[in-house]
């Protein structure tokens, strides 16, 4: 008996060829899997190192090169003949263009993303994508399923031999915008019951042997259907005002969903809304107080004409780009996913209505998802149009996603467990390769790249002691509590009436006063001074200048060390976990810049801001702000 949803019962009669209880099982895929992979896979992972892989030793390593050699060769050897036959042109292609990267010479093979300008790089990407889209035509899943029914006949054969085969064809499948196991579910209706695929499954059809192979073998050829696909998205958080912005909407579902009804107030895009709570089972809200909502807000995300399958991750990558790069600037929480629907030409398709139980990094973060929607609100719109103009550059994601990855054991998600040592060790490691990405989607070397983010340090390093040293001064205590107050209250303004920078220079007397830091009181005099004093700042710029390079120096030693084995003292790996973050940020927030703003990506990362200039040229800090509010206040003078 074999199971796939519903049950193939034993059904076979005396005249049901062995041959055909093999096919039919063979789309079975509870009974394990093959250790040799599709060849979709493993020509995609040689895309993903073409396109990805940084770092000298990626390709310069022998053991690399071989491993996806091995693969390969596995892969292509347990082809069957019809599939074999059909993709022998672009195979060969492919197999010499990996061939002669593979016997390329140490300058050629150590050159990093972005910055491979060797032809050999493009060809065999070129090779591989032509080979891959060989794999995913309508024939080639045709061919497949040739080889299938080949192997299912040959009663000599006494391994899964048939394994590899079907493995590709469902991966085929995948890849052609279908869903896989819907196909093999209608391939168990057509051939063992002589079913169409539309069918209900009950009770067996007397179809003809060939008939059925030869249906099977149009399904699976057929290709997706392509139509407008759009993707409800039901998220537990705080709730915010309606934004839309490209091809995405964030909407309060507090409001929405009870507007959805027909007599609700009009609102854009409310009728697929209703199209998916009219049930009463998809994106439930509370009505009385004691009742607690599914979700609190919805993401619709517009695919445009494309196809149902996998339209859900695609539909939640986007939501969770605006999602990491709000976070990422806001330190908030993240909203969890509880529910979705997907419409397709504005009928329900697939939907998802259990509800979950909240998830927060400790009860009720009101305070923590309220920054979360404050940030969706300020940098949610420039991102969502970014993304309707262009995908975000594959670069680019893969360094937001190592960052996502780097900076979520010390997000409010964790506020509840502290950081352990792994955690901050992988932090080296993971922001070096997010500067490693960020350098190949501006075509830059690397080590370029990383001198630039270090002429970067100083000047930062300098701002943050400075604001420091000011929440030294207001820690509170002490007999002078109105005027810790007035300074704390205007230190913390949502709406300062001038930089926080003079604020320092204008009350910089007041903040010492009300400092009961004694052991710091000289060296916060010393950066409170630097603000309008420019052989000062210059000073604290050497010094923090010298410290970069030590700090440098010492994070390629740790990073090293952590990657290949080699001591590496937590206390050292503590000491420059800053350093690391400070140089990923800087880079990751350059590029996703220079993607929002459209402007070239190496532009925008030795780009230098206008107050960096001026102090490098000789001006204090106070002179530079000071100098840029006099026009503003004479045009308002004049205004008035």
């Known amino acids: 008996m074999v199971m796939i ?39 995609e992972e040689v895309v993903e190192w073409l396109e990805l892989a940084s770092g000298i030793d990626a390709w310069k390593k022998p053991a690399n090169r071989t491993s996806l050699r091995l693969d390969l060769d596995e892969s292509i050897g347990a082809l069957g003949a019809s599939l074999r ?22 300058k050629v093979l150590t050159q990093p993303p972005g910055t491979r300008t060797d032809a050999v790089w493009a060809d065999t990407i070129t090779a591989a994508k032509d080979l891959l889209e060989a794999l995913d035509a309508d024939e080639a899943a045709r061919a497949s399923w040739d080889d299938l029914v080949t192997t299912a006949q040959d009663r000599t054969l006494e391994g899964r031999e048939y394994r590899p085969i079907a493995e590709l064809l469902f991966d085929q499948l995948r890849r052609r915008g279908l869903s896989a196991k819907s196909v093999f579910r209608d391939l168990v209706s057509v051939i063992a019951f002589g079913r169409n695929p539309t069918d209900i499954p009950i009770g067996q059809k007397n179809v003809p042997l060939e008939e059925r192979i030869a249906r099977a073998r149009t399904h699976v050829g057929t290709p997706a ?56 089972y998809l994106f439930k809200v509370a009505k009385l107080v004691n009742e607690e909502s599914d979700v609190d807000f919805l993401v619709r995300v517009d695919l445009g004409r494309t196809t149902a399958a996998g339209a859900l991750n695609r539909a939640v990558r986007i939501a969770n780009t605006i999602l990491d790069v709000s976070i990422h600037n806001s330190r908030g929480i993240r909203p969890h996913l509880a529910q979705h629907g997907i419409l397709g030409s504005g009928q329900i398709g697939s939907f998802d209505s259990m509800g979950s139980q909240r998830e927060t990094a400790f009860l009720n973060d009101h305070y923590g998802a309220d920054i979360t929607a404050k940030a969706i609100e300020e940098h949610g ?111 913390l303004a949502n709406n300062p009436s001038h930089p926080w920078i003079l604020f320092v ?136």
């Open 5 to 43: 949803d519903y049950k193939v019962s034993d059904h076979w009669t005396a005249d049901d060829p062995a041959w055909l209880k093999s096919l039919v099982s063979s789309l079975d895929r509870n009974h394990g899997v093959s250790t040799v992979l599709p060849l979709t896979v493993i020509v």
């Open 85 to 106: 036959a059909h993709i022998a042109a672009s195979l060969a292609s492919f197999q010499a263009a990996f061939s002669q990267l593979d016997g390329s010479p140490k």
């Open 381 to 491: 719109p420039r991102i969502a149009v970014a993304l309707a103009r262009e995908e975000l550059p594959r670069f680019l994601s893969a360094a937001l996603e190592v960052q996502t990855t780097a900076d979520y054991p010390f997000s409010r998600d964790m506020a509840t467990r502290k950081p352990s040592e792994a955690d901050i060790s992988s932090v080296i490691p993971l922001t070096d390769r997010v500067v490693q990405h960020v350098a190949a989607h501006a075509a830059l070397i690397p080590d370029d790249l990383f001198d630039l983010l270090g002429e970067r340090w100083p000047q930062a390093r300098w701002f943050t002691d400075v604001e420091r040293a000011v929440g030294m001064c207001l820690l509170g205590g002490g007999s002078r509590n109105e005027l810790l107050s007035e300074l704390t209250r205007e230190w």
């Open 225 to 280: 259907t392509a139509e407008p696909i759009v993707v409800w998205l039901g998220y537990q958080g705080r709730s915010f005002p309606h934004l839309s912005a490209g091809r995405v909407s964030f909407l309060d579902a507090h409001w929405a969903v009870p507007n959805a009804e027909p007599e609700g107030q009009t609102f854009e895009h409310k009728a697929e809304l209703w199209e998916l709570v009219q049930g009463g």
């Open 505 to 640: 220079a204008d009350r910089s007397g007041d903040l010492l006063s009300v400092c009961r830091v004694e052991s710091e009181r000289a060296w916060i005099k010393r950066l409170f001074t630097s603000v309008s004093d420019y052989a000062e700042y210059r000073a604290l710029i050497e010094y923090y200048t010298a410290e970069g390079a030590v700090l440098e120096a010492r994070r390629r030693r740790v990073r090293n060390a952590l990657v290949h084995g080699n001591p590496a003292s937590f206390a050292i790996v503590q000491s420059v976990r800053d350093y690391a973050r400070f140089l990923s940020v800087s880079a990751l927030n350059a590029g996703l810049d220079s993607y929002i703003d459209g402007t070239l990506p190496a532009t925008a990362l030795a780009k230098r801001t206008d107050q960096f200039v001026a102090m490098q040229a000789g001006q204090d800090a106070a002179r530079y702000w000071r100098s840029r509010l006099t026009p503003k206040a004479a045009t308002n003078a004049n205004s008035s």
